[in-house]
Structures are given as structure tokens and as C-alpha cells.
């Protein structure tokens, strides 16, 4: 099997996760402070300008708690039911072990070009998609890039953090919340992490129901919505994440 990949031990994140938890939390609480302290001086100011230059500042720690949440480690990785079974039939076992640095050795891709199964999938790739596929198999390449046909999906997206980090430093500062306060606010946030390996297929489902950026009332409810399931080890871990069944 010809596998190129950063590959990540689901194992040893998990064992891993409260000092991950730990280090991220401290992080994110002390811009949270920075940016409460900036929202508290702001409502007290009676210079509009000055007021203007702090409310600046508060945007740009969102922005920088928004790109740090983006290139988080996956401490809460999940795998959508058909990608496991797909993933399986190209020799990846469990996606759970591998980024999306991941790449198909192309001998396993060529093998399946005419199972039904894979062609499930390939035959609705878009048209995108389907060009870079066909390059790699022109080019006799040794690999081709897992996101050609599936997509390394932040489940609890960037906009939605955004929303709630933007909507959290608001309320912390209009609360007079306490440090003890802002930090148990900021682990709640942290820990709703959520990255699935699914389809590409399934995510062209979820952008043409209008889930790319927001999924109301949550990413679950948009999963299920798209059709979209966990697979069963990846139900497991969704409980151990979250504590409760998916």
C-alpha cells in the first residue's frame, strides 16, 4: 500500500486531550480577558475615537482566537459512516490516525476504478474534483491528495465560532464576569470542537442545503439533516467527547 500522510495516533490525542484542552484554554482566557477588559473600557469612554481604536482591538483578538481555532489540533475527530467504509476499500483502516495531509496510493485508486462502490462516489465528484483526479491518474502519479474525493470538515465551523466567541466577550463584559468566570466560559467554547472526515459528495449535500458557514441549531442537527452519520467508532469517541449519544 502506498500511503504519503502526516498520520496523528486518535489514540495518543485522546490520552492527550486535557493537557491540549489545558494549553488552549489558557491561551484563548487570557485574549478573552484582554478583549472583556477592552468591551468594559469602551462602554465607559466618552472619546468616540478612543472608543473606535478599542472596539478595533477587540475585532482583531476575535480574528486571532478565529485563525488559532482553525489550525487547532484535532482533539475531537470524528469519521462520517460512508467515508470509513470508502477510506477502507483504498487501505486506510481508520481515518481517525491521519490529517488531511492524507494521501490515496494510486494503486488502490486504480484498482477500484470500475467498482460500483467507488464509482458511487467518483461519478458525482464536480467537475473540479474529477480534473484533479483524472490529472493524478494521467501523470502515473504514486499518490493523489484524500481531497479529491473527501473533505477534512470543520463540523463546528469558523463562523460559528466567530459568533459565539464575538457574542461571549459581549456578555462576560456586560456581566462584570470574574476570571474564574471568563475561563469556565472559554473550556465550554473550546470543547465544542468538532472535525469530521466525510465525502465530498456529503459536502456538497451540506453547502447546497445552506450549511457551509452556519449549521442552526447545531452541526448535529445539519449533519442528520444532509443525511449524514457518524460511523460506529466515531460514535463512540462523539460520546466520550461530549458525553452524550450521538
Not at 494521501?103 to 467507488?118: Q, T, Y
Not at 451540506?206 to 460514535?235: H, M, Q, T
Request: charged share 25%; proline share 2%; aromatic share 8%.
Amino acid at each position: 500500500m502506498n500511503l504519503q500522510n502526516k498520520e496523528i495516533s486518535m489514540e495518543t490525542i485522546l490520552k492527550n486531550k486535557e493537557n491540549l484542552l489545558t494549553g488552549r484554554i489558557e491561551y484563548f482566557t487570557e485574549l478573552v480577558k484582554v478583549a472583556v477588559s477592552l468591551s468594559n473600557e469602551i462602554a465607559n469612554d466618552p472619546s468616540d475615537d478612543v472608543k473606535q481604536i478599542k472596539s478595533m482591538l477587540v475585532t482583531e483578538i476575535i480574528t486571532m482566537l478565529t485563525a488559532s481555532w482553525r489550525n487547532t489540533l484535532p482533539f475531537n475527530l470524528f469519521v462520517s459512516e460512508k467515508t470509513a467504509v470508502f477510506a477502507k476499500s483504498l487501505g486506510v483502516d481508520d481515518l481517525c490516525k491521519y490529517d488531511y495531509s492524507l494521501k490515496f496510493g494510486m494503486d488502490e485508486v486504480a484498482s477500484l476504478v470500475d467498482d460500483p462502490d467507488f464509482l458511487a462516489v467518483a461519478s458525482h465528484l464536480s467537475e473540479q474534483d474529477v480534473a484533479k483526479l483524472n490529472k493524478a491518474l494521467a501523470k502515473d502519479d504514486k499518490a493523489v491528495n484524500s481531497n479529491v474525493m473527501l473533505q477534512w470538515e470543520h463540523a463546528y465551523t469558523g463562523r460559528m465560532f466567530t459568533a459565539d466567541v464575538t457574542e461571549l466577550i459581549s456578555n462576560l463584559s456586560q456581566n462584570n464576569a470574574s476570571g474564574d468566570e471568563i475561563s469556565e466560559s472559554v473550556k465550554e467554547l473550546v470543547e465544542k470542537q468538532a472535525i469530521v472526515w466525510i465525502l465530498k459528495t456529503e459536502n456538497y449535500e451540506i453547502i447546497e442545503k445552506g450549511f457551509k458557514d452556519v449549521r442552526l441549531p447545531n452541526w448535529e442537527s445539519a449533519y442528520k439533516e444532509c443525511g449524514i452519520e457518524l460511523s460506529p467508532k466515531s460514535k463512540e469517541y462523539y460520546l466520550v467527547a461530549f458525553g452524550k449519544e450521538w
